[in-house]
């Protein structure tokens, strides 16, 4: 069950909030099909990058775990 493995983890999506905790807006940016990254803003969906994301200070990034 708990195998040693060479395991890593890679960084697929993040949430970014601006305002404050009484009101703001959040964004998500997620990587899709071919490592592409984009930025998701209500009805709005436009291409990004890692970096970006990396600029926005996100507060939740979820990862995706791959095995060796």
């Known amino acids: 069950l ?3 493995r060479n ?3 890679l960084i697929h999506a993040g ?3 601006s305002g404050s905790s009484k009101g703001g807006h959040y964004v998500a940016y997620t990587k899709r099909a071919y ?3 984009y930025y998701f803003s209500d009805s709005n969906v436009k291409p990004a990058s890692l970096n970006s994301l990396r ?3 996100p ?3 979820m990862y995706r775990k791959k095995v060796y």
């Open 2 to 4: 708990f195998e040693k």
């Open 7 to 9: 395991l890593h983890l």
């Open 15 to 17: 949430i970014v909030h």
């Open 35 to 37: 490592n592409k990254w």
């Open 55 to 57: 600029d926005m200070n």
């Open 59 to 61: 507060y939740v990034l």
